[in-house]
């Protein structure tokens, strides 16, 4: 099967491929029963992304034209007959007394090319860390055992059989009042000055970040964001029809001196910036260059749109107040997220913004959400009040930082063999540069076959392009045990790797 591809045209490719295929089936070059290239290996002789490919079989295979077999893969089926000489293969189903029922929806040529072609990389690795029988370095999620589970049963069943609780089932959307009032007492130890109606309360910083960019974001428009960044940034952007304009970032964080040249430029609709223990980098924003951010913001007319899940977690040196803290024109709109420093699984997080900001995101919550999670935010409202969260933030800090100390001494065992990092004073992850000619593609895989989850570089780039001789270790989630044993993991991993390629090399 030859298939030639012609980008300057302006037929889609899976369209290209699907009228190549089609022709040589009707032709004669290849008669039925013969076998086709697999989904990944057409992909990468043809330089494309697989689900292109499956976007082409798909409809193939809705036309009749060719089938999967288990075992086989896809063959042509135009022309097969089975025993009593009827085609083996077709798009119309039959019912039970032999009549036609109609034909199936072909999804795959359904579904928007934007949500089928989406890089699934990073979602597959983090899945990973779900499995028990894997020592997960990879995702970013808060450690359990902080808060003591005999009182957390008390206090969630004191909550749902209180005498006003079936007024909290539908709780206001734009968050829970009581739980308002804390936030903004809370706001007030990082800087912040915000009152109840500048709040909105949301689920967790993907939702909050995608329904900010549905209300300021139009196809076409172009958003600029530090590089790396998590690939749940930049996904979001690509989806609303937006461009991603990267900045590098250094050891001070993004380098406000390159964006101010690119803002000039490109004039963006907004500036992405996630400024204390930056995912994955773990830098923080120099303070010099967060007040830097703002001149650029307030000159160019510019929002702000700064994350920050981690800026409670300093294990060393003084408290970072966000840039948030900085904004006297109200142009930067903050998301807070509880995902480092609460309950496990009890997903929670908030906006702080300009007013018509917040009603215009509560009247979108309203559109998109039947109610919003009542119980996490009571619980949160109570241990808001009660301290409970502030004893538990002492109680994360103490713990991430001895992993942190964990894990950069295991590294510091494999600098000899060319490993080198950054420590950072706070966060839970560590940006690692592997060894030279070692791909953190190769590495993640081989690591997983041992047991070990963790994310190569690669996925915090949006083009793909830079980052395969980096990996992001996470010691947030795991026991510190576990974290030992896992970087026991990756350090036999990599030196199996290295002999290897000396091996090679010989």
């Not at 912040?192 to 909105?200: F, G, H, P, R």
């Not at 420093?341 to 702080?352: N, S």
Request: hydrophobic letters at 35%; proline letters at 4%.
């Amino acid at each position: 099967m030859n298939i030639q591809l012609d980008r300057r045209r302006k037929v889609p490719v899976y369209v290209q491929i699907i009228n190549q295929i089609k022709s040589q089936i009707i032709c004669g070059e290849l008669p039925a029963g013969s076998s086709l290239p697999s989904e990944r290996v057409l992909a990468q002789l043809l330089g494309i992304h697989r689900n292109t490919v499956v976007k082409a079989y798909s409809e193939l295979k809705a036309d009749g034209l060719i089938q999967s077999k288990q075992g086989v893969g896809y063959v042509v089926s135009v022309g097969e007959q089975d025993a009593t000489g009827s085609p083996l293969w077709t798009d119309t189903e039959t019912d039970s007394a032999g009549g036609e029922r109609g034909k199936r929806v072909n999804w795959v040529a359904q579904i928007k090319k934007e949500h089928l072609d989406m890089e699934r990389a990073f979602d597959d690795l983090f899945m990973r860390n779900n499995d028990e029988h894997t020592y997960s370095l990879g995702g970013g999620i808060a450690q359990s055992g902080i808060f003591d589970r005999n009182k957390l049963a008390r206090d969630i069943s004191a909550l749902i059989v209180s005498e006003h609780a079936d007024r909290c089932f539908y709780t206001p959307y734009r968050g829970d009042k009581i739980l308002r009032q804390k936030l903004v007492s809370f706001l007030s130890t990082k800087g912040i000055k915000a009152s109840v109606s500048s709040i909105q309360v949301l689920t967790e910083t993907n939702q909050a970040l995608n329904y900010i960019v549905t209300l300021l974001v139009r196809p076409g428009d172009m958003v600029m964001m530090e590089e790396p960044v998590s690939p749940d940034v930049y996904r979001t952007i690509q989806l609303a029809g937006g461009r991603v304009c990267s900045v590098p970032v250094d050891e001070n964080g993004m380098d406000c001196a390159v964006l101010e040249k690119l803002v000039r430029q490109n004039r963006p609709q907004f500036i992405f910036v996630n400024s204390s223990f930056h995912d994955p980098t773990g830098v923080v924003l120099s303070l010099e260059r967060r007040k830097k951010l703002i001149e650029i913001s307030n000159k160019y007319r510019i929002p702000i749109i700064e994350e920050d899940a981690a800026s409670e977690l300093v294990y060393d040196g003084p408290d970072i107040l966000p840039v948030k803290a900085l904004d006297t024109l109200g142009n930067v709109i903050y998301i807070y997220s509880f995902s480092l420093t609460f309950v496990p699984g009890l997903a929670l997080a908030f906006v702080v913004a300009d007013k018509s900001v917040i009603e215009s995101l509560s009247y979108l919550t309203s559109v998109r959400m039947e109610v919003t999670d009542w119980l996490t935010q009571k619980l949160a409202a109570m241990y808001l009040g009660d301290g409970t969260y502030y004893a538990a933030l002492d109680a994360f800090r103490e713990s991430y930082g001895r992993k942190q100390r964990l894990v950069c001494g295991r590294l510091d065992e494999m600098r000899d063999w060319g490993v080198d990092y950054q420590k950072p004073r706070g966060g839970v992850y560590i940006w690692c540069r592997l060894p030279d000619g070692v791909d953190s593609k190769t590495l993640v895989g081989r690591a997983y076959g041992k047991g070990l989850t963790l994310m190569p570089g690669y996925v915090f780039y949006p083009d793909k392009k830079e980052g395969r001789g980096h990996i992001r270790i996470s010691y947030s989630y795991e026991p510190e045990d576990r974290l030992a044993r896992g970087m026991d993991l990756l350090k036999e991993t990599l030196w199996e790797i290295l002999q290897e390629k000396l091996a090679h090399e010989k």
